[in-house]
């Protein structure tokens, strides 16, 4: 869900680091109205990976921090636009 409390996608799967057991990434099944979502990887299935950096557990629910996922998104464009 977003910040505000709203289901934006369905978890699908977690990829982790084999070396260190911890979470890497959330592979869900996302909405097509979340525009920065759409911004992020995706696989040949058109599921999305959310960096686990992002997301925060409320409850039994995961809560996508928006802003850090903006910084995150700002800081790809800007390394691919140097680059």
Known sequence: MNEFGKKVG???DLIIDK???K????VAKVDKS???LQKLT??????????FSV???IKNDFQI???KLRLIILKKKTAW???
């Open 10 to 12: 369905q978890v699908l």
């Open 19 to 21: 070396k260190s057991g």
């Open 23 to 26: 979470i890497q990434a959330v």
């Open 34 to 36: 979340e525009e920065i």
């Open 42 to 51: 995706r696989d040949e299935k058109g599921n999305t990976y959310i960096p």
């Open 55 to 57: 997301i925060s557990m």
């Open 65 to 67: 921090d928006e802003k």
């Open 81 to 83: 636009q140097e680059s």
